[in-house]
Each structure stands twice: as structure tokens, then as C-alpha cells.
């Protein structure tokens, strides 16, 4: 019997009332190895079995919801280590890769405020998200995170960050819309974050918003319990304005 079936596909990323991806993630990793890869391999197997009963329209509400608590997750976090990126590779990376099988691919895009410096507020977008997003099949595009890479490359460091990111945030949104491109093209899940930018920074991603088999997600309020965000499902099937 595989422990690791929970009732509904949506209990391995819950933000409701606990960080369901922390908990499971360190409760996984801490175990000896060989129980360690057997719960990763039974998540996987649990990804299919889940899916394989969803409908299309049950299959895209589902990628939202996975996508919006990955992102609540990371906001929230403290700590971070390999654990979670394992668990999210088993998990969601298995569910967004069947999304792309049935032939669907996710937008989100959010517009948020980070405050603070590279090693305070900023913490976040510029160092941990990527970790959640990637293992879970979903590309992770951010001009100010890009633009920390930019820096790196020519020699600076992150104690750097606040002192330069005025002068490489534009070749950083170049970057990022480029990524954006190529991701349209090869019909790949990204999550797009602009931290506190203008709306016409998404106009590439809103272009697409009536294409059939595009999942949009548009988030301008924080990623915490209780907010909402609006989402556009392929062809308008359903229109979930203010979903929580």
C-alpha cells in the first residue's frame, strides 16, 4: 500500500493551514536513504494515479492551485535546504510534466513587492525561489534575479546587489523577455515574476491568454493565505477572477 496516496492531489503542496511542502519535504529527507527514495518513488507513482482520474478541466484547476502554494511556500519559508527541491522534483515536477503530456502549459505571472536589501527582503526572489520552481518542471524568470547573474559575471558579488541593480536591471528585463520567447516557443511552464513593475511588462504573457492550451495566472496581491489572484483557463473553459 503506497502511504504516500493522499485523498486529493492538492495535500502535497496545502498552504491552508500548514507548509504541507516543508513538513513533508524534511519528514522525507531525514529518513534513512533507502526509505528516502522509496517515498520519492511512491510520490511520483501517487502523481499518476491522480492525474489519471482528472479531466481537463480538473487537470488545469489543479495546476494552478499547485503552482499558487509552491509560490505561498517559498514566500514563507525560513530555511531552506535540498530536501524540499527533492520533494518538489517527486511531486510537482511529476504533475507538470504530465500537464505538458496533455498538452497544456502554465503562465504565472506575478507583480509583487519585495522591499528590503539582497540579504533582507530580497532574500527570497534572489536566492531560494528558483529551487522550488525548477525542480518542479516550472522555468523561473526574474529580472532582478537575472540581473544578480549579470553581476557575477562581471566579477561582483551579491554584497554588491543594492549598490549596482539600477545600472543592470535593463539588460536583465532584456534577458528575461528573451527566456520568455523561447519558453512560448517550446511550450514550457514559467513563472514570471516582476517585482513591483509595470503591467506592460507581461504583455508577451497576456498576448497568449486565449490560446487554447495556456493556463494564465495573473498575481498582484502577496503570496499569503487569504489573498486572491486572477486566472484564465485554455479558451476561457473557465474564468476564475478572484480565486483564492
Not at 117 to 144: S, W
Not at 145 to 168: H, Q, S, V
Amino acid at each position: 500500500m503506497n502511504e504516500w496516496l493522499f485523498p486529493r492531489i492538492t495535500d502535497y503542496f496545502d498552504n491552508q493551514n500548514r507548509n504541507s511542502i516543508f513538513e513533508y519535504s524534511q519528514m522525507i529527507g531525514f529518513s534513512l536513504q533507502e526509505k528516502k527514495e522509496q517515498a520519492l518513488l511512491d510520490i511520483k507513482k501517487a502523481m499518476f494515479e491522480h492525474t489519471a482520474i482528472l479531466n481537463d478541466e480538473q487537470l488545469t484547476y489543479a495546476a494552478f492551485i499547485i503552482a499558487d502554494d509552491i509560490y505561498k511556500s517559498a514566500n514563507e519559508i525560513s530555511l531552506f535546504n535540498l530536501y524540499i527541491s527533492e520533494y518538489l522534483e517527486a511531486s510537482a515536477g511529476t504533475f507538470f510534466e504530465i500537464l505538458s503530456q496533455r498538452g497544456f502549459v502554465l503562465h504565472y505571472l506575478a507583480n509583487n513587492l519585495y522591499a528590503g536589501t539582497a540579504g533582507a527582503g530580497m532574500i527570497r526572489p534572489l536566492q531560494f525561489f528558483r529551487y522550488f520552481f525548477l525542480p518542479a518542471g516550472i522555468k523561473y524568470i526574474c529580472p532582478h534575479e537575472i540581473a544578480l547573474e549579470l553581476m557575477k559575471r562581471d566579477g561582483l558579488t551579491i554584497e554588491d546587489y543594492d549598490a549596482n541593480i539600477a545600472n543592470y536591471l535593463g539588460e536583465a528585463q532584456l534577458v528575461g523577455d528573451t527566456v520568455i520567447e523561447k519558453c512560448h516557443d517550446q511550450n514550457d511552464h514559467y513563472f514570471n515574476l516582476q517585482i513591483d513593475g509595470e503591467k506592460s511588462r507581461f504583455n508577451p504573457s497576456l498576448a497568449r491568454v486565449r490560446d487554447q492550451n495556456v493556463i494564465t495566472v495573473f498575481r498582484s496581491e502577496p503570496p499569503m493565505a487569504g489573498t486572491s489572484c486572477d486566472v484564465l483557463f485554455p479558451a476561457a473553459e473557465i474564468d476564475m477572477s478572484g480565486a483564492n
